[in-house]
């Protein structure tokens, strides 16, 4: 599941228990003094961390530390291959634009957020009405002068929650393995079991001299928690209770069998097609530099992680017969809604109108996938985009909107160019605009792109001509010849130069057709799904009343709950719930990219040396 933890004590308390849960509901989440809700923390809003010291040690994977270790990494300084570790609290290094947040409290505001909105109103309208009566919630809420709050919809739209929270922007590096530990296995075991991945890393809250949340500042002392969590030495056996907690990125656990076979059979292969491109380009540099394999070893790893996820979601949708389940469950529910008036006259049509409206979408939804996943990973696009801001903003407000915008623009170029490589970007270049000009209706492809690439172009892309003709007379992948030519500039003459360059009509064009031919008839199909959605949500809870129903991942702080056990994985294969470093040294091969292991623990692993951790 994925519960609320301030409605465990209403919904779930007495089943854990009898699982064998020892605390009480109020022991995980209490708004009156510490619980384990207060050594739990949204780490960059992206990850959980969990608060092990009273001086605000935080624990979270080795992938969540990655791009802090990365920050930090020289050829010199080499903490991706060597790892790191702070000996004092001075070692301890800064990472600018990284935050943890704590949950406060969470409140049900559904009510006063759904005032006013009735069934008559369009998507535009309900939503308008929904955020007038959130941002009034908002600048109402009772709160500390230093926390913050959000809003968010719960059950598609059916009823909304509000979070007060703390966050602390000054969050240091305190240790981390080597990559060899921390992402040992790499790709091969990602999102697999059994791993032998020593995936965490350690950073450590600082706060100012009265605890509450400072800037950094080298005069701040370490957070003194509510609550930090203790680590067990008596580890785990078969049948043990257990419960995770923290903060779930996404899930779609109601979506309709239609929705649920075209994610399996159409998003996700695209998507995983378009990733095997960009990968194979980057890891055949990284493996051979050990520059750019600092460089791009973050990006890597982000787009690698979705990538074996949706190789797995394809995997297990097709082994567990997903779409069949799901096609089951609604003729189930059908059954029910047509055997009950009441229930006929409102959802009678709620799937077919689903069935009909993702047949819509589906060609856009293809399209949207393949211009996201193919612009986001060229670079040279997103310089472009950045530089187009400086067009928008002299257009809109002149010089003055100009010159308040390059400093913004400058500051997230050096960003894009501290990690990037044009020679990497150009073989992904011509890689990925081969499969967009190549692999989609021509409807969905920017005109632009195809007057400057012949068809023959397209074909030979690993020529090496259309990434010369985009590089060799662009600026726009030249970190100093962006300075030069654009920004030595008057506003006037910069914005002539920024919107003849090449890379910059390309990146208007794909966004401007993906905008007209994609977006535009997009979003009015997504809006009725959307519309439906909730439609459905309201009717499954209403007419599926022996099924408890929680709420969708949202990155918002959530329980589930089981006991501890091994699985069968397929026939004659079954797999224990630990594993122990005999394993790891099973799969060691010498200066492998994925499996090699550092001499330090190969010594300890021969010693037996395993430390108060180890049985």
């Avoid at 064998?20 to 995980?28: P, T």
């Avoid at 799901?326 to 006929?344: D, I, L, T």
Wanted: aromatic letters at 12%; charged letters at 25%.
């Amino acid at each position: 599941g994925m519960w609320l933890p301030f409605l465990l004590e209403k919904l779930n308390e007495k089943q854990m228990k009898s699982m064998g849960m020892k605390i009480s509901s109020k022991d995980i989440y209490d708004i009156n003094k510490g619980s384990l809700k207060d050594g739990i923390v949204s780490f960059g809003g992206f990850c959980t961390g969990e608060v092990i010291s009273t001086k605000g040690l935080v624990l979270t994977n080795h992938h969540c530390g990655f791009d802090a270790i990365q920050n930090h990494s020289t050829l010199d300084r080499n903490y991706i291959r060597d790892g790191f570790w702070a000996k004092a609290n001075a070692e301890e290094l800064p990472n600018p634009g990284l935050f943890v947040t704590f949950i406060s409290r969470i409140d049900d505001v559904s009510q006063a957020v759904m005032k006013g909105v009735s069934k008559e109103m369009t998507e535009s309208e309900r939503q308008s009405r929904i955020d007038q009566n959130s941002n009034e919630l908002l600048n109402n809420c009772k709160k500390e002068i230093y926390q913050s709050a959000f809003i968010r919809a719960f059950y598609e739209g059916n009823q909304y929650f509000m979070f007060v929270t703390e966050t602390y922007k000054d969050v240091r590096l305190v240790g981390a393995p080597p990559s060899a530990i921390g992402n040992f296995g790499k790709d091969t075991d990602n999102w697999m079991w059994p791993r032998h991945t020593g995936d965490f890393s350690m950073f450590r809250i600082y706060a100012g001299k009265d605890n509450k949340p400072a800037a950094y500042s080298p005069d701040n002392i370490p957070y003194t928690p509510k609550k930090s969590l203790s680590i067990s030495l008596g580890g785990i056996a078969e049948n043990d209770f257990t419960f995770v907690f923290g903060f779930p990125g996404k899930t779609m656990e109601y979506l309709p069998s239609v929705a649920v076979e075209q994610i399996l059979t159409v998003n996700d292969p695209a998507k995983i097609l378009i990733r095997d491109k960009a990968l194979a380009v980057i890891d055949g540099f990284m493996r051979n530099d050990e520059q750019l394999k600092i460089q791009y070893a973050a990006k890597y790893a982000l787009i690698s992680n979705a990538w074996k996820k949706w190789q797995g979601e394809v995997l297990g949708l097709t082994k567990t017969h997903a779409v069949d389940k799901k096609k089951a469950y609604e003729s189930e529910f059908q059954k029910r809604v047509m055997a009950n008036p009441k229930w006929q006259q409102t959802y009678k049509n709620v799937l077919l109108d689903l069935n009909a409206a993702y047949g819509e979408i589906k060609p856009f939804g293809l399209a949207r996938d393949y211009y996201l996943e193919i612009t986001s990973k060229i670079e040279i696009l997103a310089i472009a985009a950045q530089l187009n801001t400086l067009v928008k903003e002299y257009e809109k407000n002149g010089d003055a909107g100009y010159t308040a915008q390059l400093a913004k623009v400058k500051e997230k170029l050096d960003d894009i160019y501290k990690e990037y490589s044009p020679i990497v970007d150009r073989k992904l270049f011509a890689a990925l605009m081969e499969m967009y000009l190549r692999d989609q209706p021509k409807e969905f492809i920017s005109g632009y792109a195809k007057n400057l690439f012949t068809p023959q172009d397209t074909k030979e892309a690993g020529s090496g001509k259309m990434e010369a003709m985009m590089y060799d007379e662009s600026v726009v992948s030249n970190k100093n010849k962006v300075y030069s030519t654009f920004f030595s500039k008057s506003p006037k003459e910069a914005v002539e130069f920024i919107k003849s360059d090449k890379a910059i009509r390309l990146y208007l064009d794909m966004m401007e057709t993906y905008n007209n031919q994609v977006a535009a008839r997009l979003h009015p199909i997504q809006n009725q799904i959307n519309k439906l959605q909730r439609e459905y949500m309201k009717a499954q809870m209403e007419v599926m009343k022996e099924k408890k129903f929680y709420p969708d991942a949202n990155s918002t702080l959530r329980v589930t709950y089981g006991r501890v056990k091994g699985y069968q994985a397929r026939d004659a294969v079954k797999f224990d719930y630990y594993t122990y470093l005999d394993g790891l040294m099973d799969k060691y091969k010498p200066g492998d990219y994925e499996f090699d292991v550092p001499e330090k623990l190969r010594e300890l692993y021969r010693n037996k040396d395993y430390g108060r951790y180890g049985r």
